[in-house]
């Protein structure tokens, strides 16, 4: 039982790159999404997703795109990287089904912008 | 707008000790509680989940309580060990499939 899994751990983009976080879970979690955390800021939410086919922004969208084309996957792209999006990225899951809204969390990716 | 505030934001304790994590938030109409456990340069584990029809959770040594209308949660570890040292992080859920974390207390506990 994987729960949430994140790739990759690690990441160093240069300013103005694109590239895709990924986050997988085999519970069949209907809820996912995503999380940065900065120092003195604690956990914000990016995007969230209730279901396939369906998002939505958190608290801090901006320069981050999602998409949820399955129950099992929900990936975070970082259109134009900027310093300001150096953190480290959590994805969750969730289901009412367990009773009631328990989050699991990935292990984190931990991403540079220089 | 939902907050979540956790006091104090460190705490250094001997070995053995019990000791009381606190986390108080604004708005009293939250679907659930949830407390977890960082350890440096890790993800988030889930430690209890208390539902808002719930008034405590327990798990070993750890022990958890909401008093949802006074918007408040303790977290209490019966004798601490070194292995307990650790960032613990409060969040509550407002059931509109978000949930709200407070910036959490590090806890060392003293060998």
């Known amino acids: 039982n994987a729960g949430v899994t994140q790739t990759p751990k690690f990441q160093v983009l240069k300013t103005g790159q694109s590239m895709t976080l990924q986050c997988a879970q085999d519970?069949?979690?209907?809820?996912m999404s995503w999380y940065r955390q900065d120092p003195g800021m604690g956990l914000r939410l990016i995007h969230y997703?209730?279901?396939?086919?369906?998002?939505d922004q958190g608290e801090v969208p901006n320069g981050y795109n999602v998409s949820r084309s399955t129950t099992e996957d929900f990936p975070l792209r970082l259109l134009s990287a900027a310093p300001s999006q150096t953190s480290v990225y959590f994805c969750?899951?969730?289901?009412?089904?367990?009773?009631?809204?328990?989050?699991?969390f990935g292990s984190g990716t931990r991403l540079t912008v220089v | 707008k939902q907050e979540v505030t956790q006091i104090p934001a460190a705490l250094s304790v001997p070995e053995g000790e019990n000791l009381v994590l606190n986390c108080s938030f604004t708005?009293?109409?939250?679907?659930?509680l949830q407390w977890f456990r960082q350890d440096p340069g890790k993800g988030l584990t889930s430690l209890l989940l208390?539902?808002?029809?719930?008034r405590e959770q327990t798990s070993g040594r750890l022990n958890a309580s909401l008093d949802k209308s006074s918007g408040r949660s303790t977290l209490y570890i019966a004798a601490s060990q070194p292995g307990d040292s650790a960032t613990y992080l409060c969040?509550?859920?407002?059931?509109?499939?978000?949930?709200?974390f407070g910036k959490g207390t590090r806890l060392h506990i003293l060998p």
């Open positions: 969750a899951s969730s289901t009412p089904a367990d009773g009631g809204f328990g989050y699991t």
């Open positions: 519970m069949n979690h209907e809820y």
């Open positions: 997703s209730v279901g396939a086919g369906i998002t």
């Open positions: 708005d009293s109409a939250i679907y659930n």
């Open positions: 208390i539902q808002s029809s719930q």
């Open positions: 969040a509550v859920s407002t059931g509109d499939d978000k949930i709200i």
